[in-house]
Structure formats: structure tokens, C-alpha cells
């Protein structure tokens, strides 16, 4: 990068007062207030929320916030200075605190509610009232949506207060789940994977709740110790934070007929969603069934690349219902998600997801909710025999395209112009046998070996001479399908294009947010360095801790390999 270059990305905004001068409340100025809402924002008591689209709410601040880190790269982005993130009034802001901030900007945060489809299938059952109307955003509050940097951004305080969502807890997010969210979300975007973004983490000196957890070395399933930890603030930045569980909840209450303005809450939130997430793509003026077939289209086309992208780079989501799910198509809700390491079709690192939100089941996990989403678009239509029809075309389209799109990634990582299935079938099953970390396996690969002493690296057994044998079988005829006219060194840049070498070891982020209970961020600021470059080679001391297999004796480990919650 030139000093030129330096220079104007130092040029950025230094302070609150310019930052607000971006403001552009698009959601609070074209979307419907819950009616029943006070006029303050103080509005922290668990309470049924029955129409509008949106509740105001001032965030509780945590108590005696200090700073641990911020994005440098989004900062970037944004257009914002490095330097405006040790000020005093973006500490106050992004740990809660809005009662001084300065005009045009808000001196409330909103919430805003959804429904829940678990794999397609509508719930109630966990509403504290048992009608739909207690789900939404229970310590999630926007403070910030506008324009910078000729875009629209939303910013979001994940832990900051009790909403009207609550369902009876406290509001708050502990540091430990902070720092995986906070580090997690500039990974995948680090991947070239679609997801909300990190802008900052503040922690509390003073402030911590109990939450179950897990003893060192604990080998149970569910947390067997309640631990005190610090709260934290973590704002994470996106296009928009809906949720297609937001356009299910105002398409139930139209079919139900419980509220006399839910079709047009429906409509509204529909064209705001195009507004937000769809505007250079879909004509806001056009016809309602010309955007809603456009929408599906529009939205198929994201989900199917986003969940592609997941299995390229190993992620699973662990809890990927309705209301996880962003209806601009990217990564949404930080929360039991984990990396494959030693390769499982099925791993799931909740232990409360079932094999239905597994590694391998994450395009079929998507498909229910592109189905759950085509329903909610549905009383828009519904006199419209044509528009139905094809909104069914659309939604039965989803699988053919998945498999595609997955076909294609899957070739890209082997390094083939087409995919050979038996070829892919048959890697499957050797890397299940010989216990094979996914990501380095991919990464050897990559390097166009002759023998199978390259891919042994990620082996996390040593293979009896029979499977050798087979490995040996695989690796001949894996070669053989390599296009001969291709230059294998280009070959290979292309292949560790799309084959990063670092990957995300829970094993390796534990130790960042033990450290940062006690005050030290170092490890956190060395992850976010070495995440921000999966792709790269990096340094020989980066390489020998962080391209590493996992040890044996972190299997299978309490809130390390599973965990029950997130916290």
C-alpha cells in the first residue's frame, strides 16, 4: 500500500458528531412502530408484541466498558479513522450508552420481532404466551442505521439490554461468546463468505452473570457448572438485519387475520427488505407479483451460494431455523457454530441441533427455509393463480440449483474443470476412515502431491497399509483426472484460492477469551491478524501453531469440540 494511500484511509471520520452526520433511519422512518410502545424507549419488561414492525428501545449500558479491539479492515470499509475507536463517545456508544449522542442520531435503539420455523415446521411452543408474539430480538438492539462510504449499514449491539423479546433473561452476552462472534464474523468475511461484520468489542470491569457452563476437560454433553463471567458488547455491522422469520411472523398474522393492518405490514416489510437488500436487482415500482417472484428469485440465487460457500470452507451454522436465516443471504447469528476439523459428514457442534442442522445437511436445512420464506410471500399473491404457480416452480427449482452450485464447489477444490462423483464418494469415505482434517487435507491437496506423504499431514491416524493402498489408488486417479494442459503451479494458486490454510480451531480461540477474562487482549489481536489471511502463507511461527491438527486430548471436550449454548 503507497503512503498515498495510507494517507487517505487515515482521512477518515474521527469522530462521533461526523459519524452522525451519516444517519439515515430508513427502518424507523418507513416501518411501523409497535403501537403499544413507550415514547422513551424504555421498554426492558418481557410483554407481547402484537403489530408494527419495531419496538424502540434504549440499550442498558454494561457497567465500566473498556475497550478490547475493532475491526481495522471494516473500519476501512466504513470510511472510519482508527483513532475514533479509542474516543470516549464511541466507547459510550458502542457499550450502550446513547443519551448524549449528538443530532441527527437516535437516543433509542429499535427491536424488532419474528417468527420461528424449526426446519420448516412453524412454532409457538417456546413464546412465553403460546401465540408467536413474544420472538424477536431479546438482547439484540440496533443504535445506527446510514450511509457510508456510499452504502447502507446497520449497526448492532449484541448484549445490550433486556427488549420486550427478553423472554426472562438478563439481555446481556458474555465475553466469551463476544469474542467468538466478534472474531468470527471478519473471518468468514476474510473466507469471501458472506456475513454481518465486527465494528467493535467493549467488556465490562464490573459486570458478570452467572451462565452454565463446562469444567476443564469435562467430557459431558451439557454444561455441568455454573461460571461467572464478564458481560460485553460486541456491534456487528450488515445491509440490514432481517430475517425471513420477520416476514413468517406478519405473513401468519395476515393468513390468521389477528391484526387488521398485517397484510399491509406484510407488503411493507416485503418492499423494505427489497429496498434494503435487492434495490440495483428488483424495481420497487414494479407490480407486487412481479417483486415477489423477483425477490424468491433473487434471494434463491444468495441462499444457495451462501450455504455452498459454508461447505466450501467448512462451517456449520448449528442452529440454522428461520430466524437465523438473513434474508439478505448472508451469514446471520453467531452462536453454536463451529469449523469441521477431523472430517464428519454429520459433525454438529451443538449438542442441542440434531443431525438436521449438521455439516451435510446445512443445503437441505436452507432449503426449509427457503420454503418457510416462499410461504411467508405467499399472502401477498394469494388471487393470483399464475404468480402462485410460478412462486412453486421457484421454490421447487431450489435443490436442482443447490446440487449444482455444490457439484461446482466441490470440483473447484479438487482442482477439476467437472466434478467425478465416485471420485468425490470415494475421498469421502477415506478421509472418514483415516480420521482427516478437512482443511488441511484440502490445503496439501492443493499442492499437487505425487505421494501420499503430502496428505499424511492431515491424517490424525496413521492408516494400516490397506488403506494406503486405497489412499494411494484415490491420489493415482485424482491425477489422472487433473486437466493435462493445465500448469500445475497455476493449478495450484487456483486451487489454495478456494482451499484456505487457516482455519478456525476452537481449541485455539479458548485460551483468547480466558485471557481476555483477565484483562489481556493480546491473543485476541494475534487471531484477528492471522485470521484476516486464511489464504496466505504467513509466517513459519504462524504455521507451526495455527496449522495444526487438533490434539487427541481436546476431543471430545466440554465447550471446546460441543457446547449446549452460546451464551
Known amino acids: 500500500m503507497s503512503d498515498a494511500e495510507r494517507n487517505k484511509i487515515n482521512m477518515g471520520i474521527t469522530t462521533i458528531e461526523a459519524l452522525a452526520k451519516a444517519a439515515d433511519y430508513s427502518l424507523l422512518n418507513t416501518l411501523n412502530r409497535d403501537p403499544d410502545a413507550t415514547s422513551t424507549g424504555e421498554d426492558y419488561t418481557l410483554r407481547p408484541v402484537f403489530s408494527g414492525h419495531y419496538v424502540p428501545v434504549k440499550p442498558t449500558p454494561i457497567a465500566n466498558p473498556i475497550y478490547v479491539s475493532h475491526s481495522r479492515s471494516l473500519f476501512r470499509e466504513l470510511g472510519l479513522d482508527d483513532k475514533l475507536a479509542q474516543t470516549d463517545a464511541f466507547r459510550h456508544l458502542f457499550s450502550g450508552e446513547l443519551s448524549h449522542v449528538p443530532s441527527p442520531m437516535e437516543t433509542f435503539g429499535w427491536a424488532t420481532g419474528y417468527a420461528l420455523s424449526i426446519y420448516g415446521t412453524e412454532y409457538i411452543e417456546q413464546c412465553p404466551f403460546k401465540t408467536g408474539n413474544g420472538y424477536g430480538d431479546g438482547r439484540a438492539i440496533s443504535v445506527f442505521e446510514g450511509i457510508l462510504n456510499n452504502q447502507r449499514w446497520e449497526m448492532q449491539l449484541k448484549g445490550g439490554g433486556t427488549t420486550p423479546y427478553c423472554r426472562g433473561a438478563d439481555g446481556r452476552a458474555v465475553l466469551r461468546s463476544s469474542v467468538r462472534e466478534f472474531l468470527a464474523q471478519e473471518f468468514m468475511h476474510a473466507l469471501g463468505v458472506p456475513s454481518t461484520r465486527s465494528l467493535s468489542l467493549f467488556v465490562s470491569q464490573s459486570e458478570s452473570v452467572d451462565r452454565p457452563w463446562y469444567t476443564d476437560g469435562s467430557h459431558s454433553d451439557n454444561p455441568d457448572i455454573m461460571v461467572s463471567n464478564p458481560v460485553a458488547i460486541t456491534t456487528r455491522v450488515a445491509s440490514s438485519f432481517l430475517r425471513v422469520g420477520q416476514l413468517e411472523l406478519f405473513a401468519r398474522r395476515a393468513r390468521s387475520q389477528t391484526s387488521p393492518d398485517a397484510i399491509r405490514e406484510l407488503e411493507m416489510i416485503v418492499n423494505h427488505a427489497i429496498a434494503r437488500e435487492y434495490s440495483e436487482q428488483i424495481d420497487i415500482n414494479a407490480t407486487t407479483s412481479h417483486k415477489v417472484l423477483a425477490l424468491a428469485v433473487a434471494f434463491r440465487e444468495r441462499l444457495t451460494s451462501l450455504i455452498t460457500q459454508w461447505m466450501r470452507v467448512g462451517f456449520c451454522q448449528g442452529n440454522f431455523n428461520s430466524d437465523n436465516c438473513a434474508v439478505g443471504g448472508f451469514t446471520l447469528d453467531f452462536g453454536p457454530f463451529g469449523f469441521c476439523e477431523r472430517f464428519e459428514p454429520y459433525f454438529q457442534p451443538w449438542t442441542g441441533g440434531g443431525r438436521h442442522f449438521s455439516f451435510f445437511n446445512q443445503p437441505l436445512a436452507a432449503e426449509k427455509n427457503f420454503e418457510s420464506f416462499c410461504s411467508a410471500l405467499m399472502p401477498l399473491i394469494h388471487s393470483d393463480s399464475d404468480s402462485i404457480e410460478k ?126 477474562e483477565q484483562q489481556e487482549f493480546g491473543l485476541i489481536h494475534e487471531l484477528q491478524a492471522v485470521l484476516a489471511d486464511p489464504y496466505g502463507e504467513q509466517s513459519q511461527d504462524v504455521e507451526h501453531k495455527y496449522y495444526q491438527l487438533r490434539p487427541l486430548s481436546l476431543f471430545d471436550v466440554g465447550g471446546v469440540t460441543h457446547y449446549s449454548c452460546s451464551s
Not at 503430502?454 to 489422472?480: C, G, I, K, N, V
Not at 493449478?491 to 489454495?496: D, E, G, I, Y
Request: glycine share 2%; net charge negative; charged share 25%.
Open 391 to 516: 412462486l412453486g416452480q421457484i421454490q421447487d427449482d431450489f435443490s436442482t440449483i443447490m446440487h449444482e452450485k455444490l457439484s461446482s464447489m466441490w470440483a473447484s477444490k479438487l482442482g477439476l474443470d467437472n466434478l467425478d462423483s465416485d471420485l468425490l464418494q470415494d475421498l469421502f469415505k477415506l478421509m472418514m476412515e483415516t480420521h482427516v482434517d478437512f482443511t488441511i487435507f484440502f490445503r496439501q491437496l492443493s499442492h499437487i502431491p505425487n505421494d501420499i506423504s503430502t496428505l499424511a499431514q492431515s491424517f490424525y491416524t496413521s492408516p494400516e497399509e490397506d488403506l494406503l493402498a486405497q489412499w494411494r489408488d484415490w491420489l493415482s486417479h485424482w491425477r489422472r483426472q487433473i486437466d493435462s494442459s493445465a500448469c500445475l503451479d497455476d493449478l495450484s494458486k487456483r486451487m489454495k484460492q478456494v482451499n484456505p490454510k487457516y482455519t478456525w480451531r476452537e481449541w485455539l480461540v479458548v485460551p483468547a477469551y480466558k485471557q481476555a
